[in-house]
């Protein structure tokens, strides 16, 4: 594949869209029950929609113009509810650019103090935004977990993208990373890559050995692992699918290619979703189309009507079309591929 190119999975381009677009209804003829909860290991907190970066592809909707965020006394009750739930090993912080919002560094100080693992999902051009110096040496002091996006190895599909001058930039974050030990042996950081257009993700080991050679090659960087998403049909991808008469094709794609085998691993099942304003999800997907925990019986739930998440094991996860997202080809998830 010539750098520049389309990296997509070789799936025919041109796929009818299904009938059968049900979720649940695909679940129940694979013999498979309806999806429920385990008990929660990973609180996913959504610290909002600020973002340095407008990309094409955003299920957020983010942008530098977004005024939704967390507030203080939300994420004084997030660190309150980390720290009475233990099991909660995980805490992944995301957003918009969620280094953006002023609670940011208390959050990440809370969880850390509470001996959680940290993940930030990091968009690598947030490093050069103004005031932002002091970042690089905060994510080494709070030994935190990156998960970086970068969707392709060429200059020409991540501008494409997500916009003028963030192939560089993101280089260049990357190399400053390097250079604290990020990727580099010391501390994990992790490269997102999604499709550039209406395709499945390739087979990521595959990819993530091209991305090596490419970024290792071409730049001298280094990274742990790639992990392949792909886009959901939703907010912006969603309108843009539209914008092209593309969204039909797309939602056959995933429909088509419902894989049985991703349906045990799905994120939903041992993950919280907490939006900026406090309320809880079963997923960040569900969380941008407003969908309330499906624990909640269609109610919306906030973090002040929860003690203890273990109590959520068991209950049923609100599902939809998009949930096809998730489960065709190889799946998806904010971990990578499921199968
Ligand atoms: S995809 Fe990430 S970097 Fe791009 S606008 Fe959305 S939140 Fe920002
Ligand atoms: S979108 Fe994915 S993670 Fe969310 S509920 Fe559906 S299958 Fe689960």
Partial sequence: MAAGGDIANPLPASEAPDRRADFAATLAGHGLPR???????????????????????????????????????????????????????????????????????????????????????????????????????????????????LPCYSSANVERQRGAGVFD???????????????????????????VGPFLPPAQDELERRYRDELGGGFGVVFDRLLTLANMPIRRFARDLERLGRAAEYMGLLVNHFNPMTVAALMCRTLVSVGYDGGLYDCDFNQMLALPLGAAGGCALTIFDIEDFSALAGAPIATGPHCFGCTAGAGSSCGGALA
């Fill in 169 to 195: 930039a993101s280089i260049a974050a990357l190399r400053v990373l390097n250079r604290l030990g990020f990727g580099a042996g010391r501390f994990p950081l992790d490269l997102v890559y999604n499709p």
């Fill in 35 to 149: 999806l429920r909860r385990s008990a929660p290991t990973t609180l996913q907190v959504n610290v909002g929609r600020l973002c340095n970066q407008a990309c094409h592809h955003c299920h957020v909707d983010a942008g530098p113009g977004r005024k939704e965020i967390m507030a203080a006394s939300i994420a004084a009750r997030v660190i309150e509810l980390i720290g009475a739930n233990p099991a909660l090993r995980t805490i992944d912080f995301t957003g918009g650019a969620p280094e953006l919002n002023p609670n940011f560094r208390r959050l990440v100080e809370g969880a850390r103090a509470a001996d959680r693992e940290v993940i930030v999902r990091c968009n690598l051009t947030v490093l050069f935004a103004p005031e932002m110096e002091w970042l690089p040496e905060f994510y080494r002091d709070a030994r935190v977990h990156l998960i970086c996006s």
